[in-house]
């Protein structure tokens, strides 16, 4: 199997299954010298490990992070970094009554199809605890974009149809659904509570907003900022749908609506700004210094308990009630790996635009532009 792993310059290998011994990512490409430690990744892993709330899976993980290397005397080395996590509460025998039919909403056909083999135990690689590489590396890149002045916040802006209607990001951590609106969060748990009682699941759309991203960071052909920001949160599994900037509201406007006008700079020589921001901060492929605005579109929990039609392997049809621990929602838990893979891409793509141009790569190795006959940036 190809494809587990993300990135050019900085880039990440998750590995691992729900149900195996352990799970983890190996990040390489990250800069010597950065002050890293255990519990500033355990931090953001805590965000998504199982048993934060009633609305969350009860498997009884507590998702304890180890940095096996690339780490030294508490701050990084410039080599991979490799870091685990553990599996303690498996339950595989909740899963044996389904290893000869398809869940509905699962991959299962496909990797039968695909591999001839497939690991029913919680969906093995295609299961939601892959993310818990995603998380850590993510913390590492956000530690990366912090120090470069970029800030990366993911929040849930709509659950099972109920949508914020004020934002204050500072209310995320004080309900179970980290929504930035405490009204609606109340809704929200009074409709997940309804769709438990049914033995049923819920939707959403995570929001994630960066701010302080320089200018012209991304390629205008394949590499587009916004295509790559795309591919990253598509590679979640509960992902269904991504919007940048005003998204598909879009197709319904004219250009004169949807155009940004440019307005001078508040100090002579300093950034250009827009007076509105449908672009959602990407033009071109670049950044273009304004706040970039991203959603996605999160699927209800597949695995539900209520009973649903499928076939077996021979196609025979039979009825299944799906056994074991799972969300009635997947949005809470998502949030965070939102904002992780969108920090990795981020940063990789940081990365690339420090060759942009000559003067840049001068400048790095100690040598003025000038003096090499380089001109500068205009």
């Known amino acids: 199997m190809s494809g587990s792993t993300y990135g050019k310059l900085f880039t990440i290998t998750t590995w691992g299954e729900s149900h195996g011994k352990a799970l983890g990512v190996v990040v390489d490409g990250c800069p010597a010298g950065i002050p890293l430690s255990e519990e500033e990744i355990q931090s953001f892993l805590n965000r998504r490990k199982p048993g934060q709330s009633r609305y969350t899976t009860k498997r009884n993980e507590d998702d ?37 039919c398809y869940r509905p909403g699962h991959a299962d056909y496909g990797f039968d199809a695909k591999y001839g083999f497939r690991d029913y135990r919680g969906g093995g690689r295609s299961s939601g605890r892959e993310t818990i590489g995603r998380v850590a590396a993510g913390a590492i890149a956000v530690k990366i974009l912090k120090s470069l002045g970029v800030q990366v916040h993911a929040y849930a802006e709509e659950i099972g149809g109920i949508r ?27 409709a ?28 205008p052909v394949f590499e587009k900022l916004d295509a790559n920001l795309s591919k990253a949160l598509f590679s979640i599994g509960a992902v269904k749908g ?27 020589g300093g950034p250009l700004k827009k007076a509105s921001n449908h672009a959602g901060g990407i033009l071109g492929g670049l950044s273009d210094g304004s706040d970039i605005f991203i959603r996605a579109a999160v699927k209800p ?54 060759t942009a141009n000559m003067a840049d790569v001068c400048r790095f190795f100690g040598r003025s532009p000038e003096d090499s006959n380089i001109p500068e940036n205009h």
Not at 203 to 212: D, K, P, R
């Open 64 to 100: 304890m992070v180890e940095i096996l290397s690339g780490v030294f005397e508490g701050r990084t080395t410039g080599t991979p970094i490799s870091m685990t996590v553990f599996n303690k509460d498996q339950h595989s025998k909740d899963y044996s009554e389904i290893a000869s």
């Open 242 to 268: 991504v919007e940048i900037g005003d998204g598909f509201s879009v197709a319904k406007t004219s250009g004169s609506e949807n155009n940004d006008p440019f307005l001078p700079p508040d100090l002579e």
């Open 192 to 219: 997940v509570e309804k769709q438990m009682a049914r033995q049923d699941s819920m939707g959403g759309i995570i929001a994630c907003q960066v701010t302080g991203m320089p200018v012209g960071i991304g390629e």
């Open 301 to 354: 929990t597949p695995s539900i308990a209520k009973e649903q039609q499928t076939v077996t392997k021979t196609g025979r049809p039979v009825a299944i009630s799906i056994r074991g621990r799972h969300d009635p929602l997947i949005v809470p838990r998502a949030v965070v790996v939102v904002e992780a893979m969108t920090a990795i891409t981020l940063v990789d793509m940081l990365f690339a635009g420090m």
């Open 164 to 190: 914020c209607e004020t934002f204050n990001l500072s209310l995320c951590m004080e309900n179970p659904f980290y929504m930035p609106d405490l009204a609606a969060a109340a809704k929200v748990q009074t």
